[in-house]
């Protein structure tokens, strides 16, 4: 009876055994399967976020492309010059108009004429009066017996413009206004009235 329990139980006991290990092993099995979906699982965004930057990297590269070849295809164009805007015409005069005044000399150069003309009785004037003044300024250094030179130390006046004073020449002189207080200078050294003297010369 013992025989036929012992040979009962061994065969109970191996295969208990069997399923242990059968058992233990699938229990690993599962266990290591659910550590890889765990890991797979928790590694599941940052994968997704990768290949979504990847994604977006080469749309934005190929749009930057894209418009690139767009630009240089492009033709510049410039804006049109505009056509140039003519003046009216002045219309002709009639042949039986009365002609302008003083001739078809234009307004600007009646002036112009106008000026030059008044410019060279000016100049006359002034010639006339120089002499006058000249011969005042001669005699009275003569009648005092003072030497040009020495006009020249006290009155710092050049010889040539002593000269010119008493000869009643403008060439060798400056402009007008110097002249006039020249001859108040001079005129003033020789105890003449200078102010009088000087302003009868024109300016």
């Known amino acids: 009876m013992c025989r036929t329990l012992m040979q009962t139980n061994h065969p109970f006991r191996a295969t208990s055994s069997a399923e242990y290990a059968l058992i233990v092993g699938s229990g690993v099995g599962a266990a ?3 550590a890889v979906q765990q890991l797979a699982i928790a590694s599941l965004p940052v994968t997704m976020l990768v290949a979504m930057g990847l994604l977006n990297r080469y749309r934005l590269d190929s749009r930057v492309e894209q418009h690139l070849a767009d630009d240089s295809n492009a033709e510049v164009r410039l804006p049109e010059p505009s056509a140039p805007q003519q003046s009216p015409a002045t219309p002709a005069p009639e ?11 234009p307004r600007a150069g009646f002036a112009s004429n106008l000026a030059n003309a008044g410019l060279e009785v000016l100049q006359e004037a002034q010639q006339k009066a120089l002499q006058s003044i000249g011969q005042i300024l001669h005699q009275a250094r003569s009648e005092q017996q003072l030497s040009l ?9 050049q010889l040539h413009q002593l000269r010119a004073m008493e000869a009643g020449d403008l060439s060798d002189l400056p402009q007008p206004f110097y002249v006039q207080r020249l001859i108040q200078k001079y005129a003033q050294h020789l105890g003449l009235d200078g102010k009088a003297i000087a302003a009868s010369f024109p300016l």
Not at 149 to 157: F, H, S
Request: proline share 4%.
């Open 149 to 157: 030179e020495g006009v020249y130390m006290q009155t710092y006046i």
């Open 95 to 105: 042949m039986g108009s009365h002609a302008p005044f003083f001739g078809s000399t």
């Open 32 to 34: 290591a399967s659910l």
